[in-house]
């Protein structure tokens, strides 16, 4: 923390601005290959037309939603309506100014580090302006004025506070073990060994969680095409519809980036490049944090492309039944090391390591269940109706063909 605040004002602007450029190249070439990722997964092949093998896709989708004639419906409270895109996009920015993208260098003669600032609950303030994003999602559709809109923000509330809860308590493990709420120290106590090997069941609910908080596939139910037409932003068109675009694929980077942070040692590199005595000083840990983040993002597209969209009922049990009471469970268990630790236990590592191991596989063996054959089979019997005879109709049909109508036509 002693290394911030010292900056020149050109300093951190130009900070500012790398971040910035990074989001947005970043987004430019994530959708890009998504596309990409996707149309081979699903045998085919993709955009190959714009530009050379069709890189420049992402570009012309930009420049047409740019140039696109922007539609406003009648009825709409036109300065929610506007204010909306923005507040879900200058949030999910601003998150990124906490994230350390490496150790401290020299930028012509100053020494800085490679992160915009930071603050002692540094994690706290990412989820805070992660929830605050949701707003503009929530009045995104109470501001178009339609039904379909509402709907799809009513399911964006539900489902932030659903997988918030998780994902919170997912952090409260990595706070215990690292003994500060700030990303850069959480990435200082991971020099020796990442928090994915000692606390994994913190990780695999974070996983989940920010697949949920993204409002990505398999949970994209706010926006389910096939329910809500296109969700909340139903009514959005041109650059309004951009900055909604926009916004979620910086929240996937920005989520990617915690994970990274929180669980692998954020900018400092994996096995076996960290036995080079140069690997994390200088600019090469950007490389290693650059390439953690694109994993993360690789398994959205995997994601997308595998698995089938969940109900809403499997998707709010999945949050309120199995993974915040399985986050309870883990971090009493992990207070409890981490008091054996202070106490003075010399083995506390093996026990967490155990400990954590244990928790993961009955928490995969708990996500396991409720998607098995046995148990779709058997839900379907006990949900399907009993056979019984058919009520004569009430109303008069017509006949079908060779059948008198009635016993009064046959006599006459």
Not at 270 to 298: D, E, H, Q, R, Y
């Amino acid at each position: 923390m002693s290394g911030f605040g010292h900056d020149t004002w050109w300093l951190i602007v130009a900070k500012a601005i790398a971040v910035f450029v990074f989001l947005v190249l970043t987004v430019l070439v994530a959708i890009l290959a998504e596309r990409k990722i996707l149309g081979r997964m699903q045998l085919r092949w993709g955009p190959n037309r714009v530009g050379p093998r069709g890189y420049l896709q992402s570009l012309a989708d930009g420049i047409k939603l740019a140039l696109k004639e922007p539609i406003t419906p009648t009825g709409v409270d036109r300065p929610v309506f506007f204010l909306a895109p923005i507040i879900s996009t200058i949030p999910a920015i601003t998150a990124f100014a906490f994230i350390p993208f490496g150790p401290e260098v020299s930028v012509f003669g100053h020494r800085t580090p490679l992160q915009v600032t930071d603050l002692p609950v540094a994690v706290l303030f990412i989820l805070a302006l992660s929830a605050v994003g949701v707003y503009g999602i929530v009045l995104a559709g109470w501001a178009s004025g339609s039904t379909y809109p509402l709907l799809g923000g009513v399911r964006s509330t539900a489902q932030v506070i659903s997988y918030e809860v998780a994902m919170g308590l997912s952090f409260a493990t990595v706070f215990l073990f690292a003994g500060s709420m700030s990303t850069s120290q959480i990435v200082s106590a991971q020099d020796r060994v990442w928090f994915v090997f000692l606390l994994l069941p913190s990780f695999v609910v974070y996983l989940v969680s920010m697949v949920g908080e993204t409002n990505r596939a398999p949970f994209d139910l706010p926006e389910a095409e096939g329910e809500l037409v296109a969700g909340f932003h139903t009514e959005y068109s041109s650059l309004k519809f951009a900055m909604f675009y926009l916004a979620e694929y910086i929240n996937m980077t920005t989520v990617s980036a915690l994970a990274a942070t929180l669980f692998f040692g954020g900018w400092h590199a994996p096995w076996p490049v960290n036995m080079w005595a140069g690997a994390n000083s200088g600019w090469w840990p950007l490389i290693w944090f650059t390439a953690k983040v694109w994993t993360f993002l690789f398994i959205y597209f995997w994601l997308r492309a595998t698995l089938p969209r969940l109900r809403y009922d499997q998707f709010m049990a999945l949050g309120w039944k199995i993974l915040i009471p399985v986050s309870l469970i883990w971090v009493m268990i992990a207070a409890v090391i981490r008091t054996m630790r202070d106490q003075g236990y010399a083995h506390w590592t093996a026990l967490l390591v155990i400990a954590s191991f244990v928790v993961t596989a009955g928490l995969l063996l708990v996500l396991r269940r409720p998607f098995s054959r046995r148990a779709v089979r058997k839900r379907a019997r006990r949900e399907s109706p009993a056979e019984t005879e058919l009520p004569a109709a009430v109303f008069p049909t017509p006949p079908l063909p060779g059948e008198a109508r009635t016993k009064e036509e046959a006599r006459g």
